[in-house]
């Protein structure tokens, strides 16, 4: 992740969640300075799990079921480690898949690991959770 020209946010390619190509999302640095001091350590260090979520997907749901994030999106990606430290990383154990959810305006505010739905490389529950999903990969 690269800061912008303002430094209030780091920005990062991904997957469009509306097209085929490629799109610009942001995480304020305010967040990511309150995650390191504030937040469970885990929170801070799985930051680095973001830019392979969001241009790795498994899947893309839009449309939470959460008030205010009736637009908003859920990336789903399979990722093979979680960061424990600055220097230290772990194998994400079997039946975990790692979320990234995203405004509609592309502002990345939540990402955590999750139970997979059995033999499914998608969140358990995921059909009572998203309105819809709108991508997933053909692998």
């Not at 801070?44 to 908003?72: C, M, T, V």
């Not at 990383?89 to 939540?110: A, H, M, R, T, W």
């Amino acid at each position: 992740m690269t800061l912008n020209k303002s430094k209030s946010f780091c920005v990062q390619q991904g997957k469009c969640p509306e097209t085929d190509g490629n799109c610009e999302f942001k995480i304020s640095t305010q967040k990511i300075l309150w995650c390191h001091k504030m937040a469970p350590p885990h929170v801070f260090y799985n930051l680095r799990n973001i830019p392979f979520a969001i241009s790795r997907p498994n899947a893309i749901f839009k449309g939470l079921q959460r008030e205010g994030h009736e637009n908003s999106y859920c990336y789903v990606a399979s990722v093979a480690r979680r960061f424990v430290s600055d220097s230290e990383s772990l194998p994400v154990q079997d039946g975990f898949v790692f979320l990234v959810f995203v405004s509609s305006n592309l502002e990345i505010f939540d990402w955590r690991f999750e139970p997979n739905a059995t033999n499914s490389k998608l969140p358990k529950n995921h059909e009572v959770r998203f309105k819809q999903m709108i991508w997933s990969s053909k692998a």
